[in-house]
């Protein structure tokens, strides 16, 4: 059974994954949680700025941020990205929620093809906020925040020597990589008291050709509901080809 966490002070439960994010959040009773887009991509350290200032205008604590989506220039190396890593705990371990290898935040990361920012950025964040507190109708479903996954189980010491079907791009290789990514998805739902039929978006990321495989394999297993946005984006390490990640807010905004 999947390990679940309660981090108190924002609200939110969370899957214990890896220190850089956490398998994905769910609202705590009395609480739920929103999604805010940004209106162009902001880069780390300013869009850290505006989430903390978005936060304190709603009156919410900094421990409330809960999910993050970056989008970065072209995927890393693994020491690359390490010190991605290591650069975005700093903030949340000074805002009190990280702690150590323990990091609550949900989160994707994934590098467009076309138009890609000129370093990493904010594409969106959540946050948790106490249920009702919006004029807007409140879902009845569980708000959560499924963090992205790609082909490879996570905590390795490294993504090459475990990435599902590395390498091989060819329709088997495709398939055996979206039924490991969708099975991981299915669990971090299952864990976080959710299901598919409670998703309001779902994404796929991959700049390979899974049409066949959107119809025969990705929709039928459950994302039928929302519908799956298939975003021309490639995962954030060298050798990983595809991600996927599924959220189901109370709200959504554009900032």
């Given at each position: 059974m ?15 994954a890896?220190?850089q ?10 609480f739920?949680l929103e999604?805010?887009r ?22 919410r ?11 970065s220039?072209?995927?890393f190396?693994?020491?690359g ?11 949340l ?13 949900a989160?994707?990361?994934v590098?467009?093809?076309?138009d ?6 904010f ?16 879902r009845a479903a569980p ?5 992205g ?23 088997s ?39 066949k495989?959107?119809g ?14 298939w975003?021309w984006c ?12 599924v959220r ?8």
């Open positions: 999947t390990d679940v966490r309660v981090f108190d002070a924002g609200g939110y439960r969370y899957i214990p890896v220190f994010y956490s398998g994905g959040v769910a609202a705590q009773p009395g739920e999604r805010a940004f209106s162009r991509p902001l880069p780390l350290a300013e869009g850290f700025a505006a989430i903390e200032a978005h936060l304190r205008r709603l009156g604590p900094l421990t409330a941020f809960c999910g993050c989506e970056l989008r220039p072209a995927p190396s693994e020491e990205f390490r010190e991605l890593n290591q650069s975005y705990a700093k903030t371990i000074s805002w009190n929620i990280a702690r150590g290898d323990d990091n609550p935040v989160r994707s990361n590098c467009p093809l076309i890609p920012p000129a370093e990493v950025s594409h969106a964040f959540s946050y948790s906020v106490p249920a009702g507190g919006s004029s807007a109708p409140r708000s959560f925040v499924v963090s996954g790609a082909e490879c189980p996570e905590g390795k010491s490294n993504y090459r020597d475990h990435i599902i079907a590395r390498g091989d791009t060819s329709a290789g495709l398939r055996d990589k979206v039924h490991y990514v969708l099975a991981a998805m299915e669990a971090r739902l299952d864990a976080l008291g959710a299901a598919w039929s409670d998703a309001t978006a779902a994404h796929v990321y991959t700049i390979h050709d899974i049409g495989l959107m025969a394999d990705i929709m039928p297993r459950g994302p039928h509901g929302c519908g799956v946005t975003q490639r995962p954030p390490v060298v050798d990983l080809e595809f991600e996927m990640d189901g807010p109370a709200r959504e905004l554009i900032i």
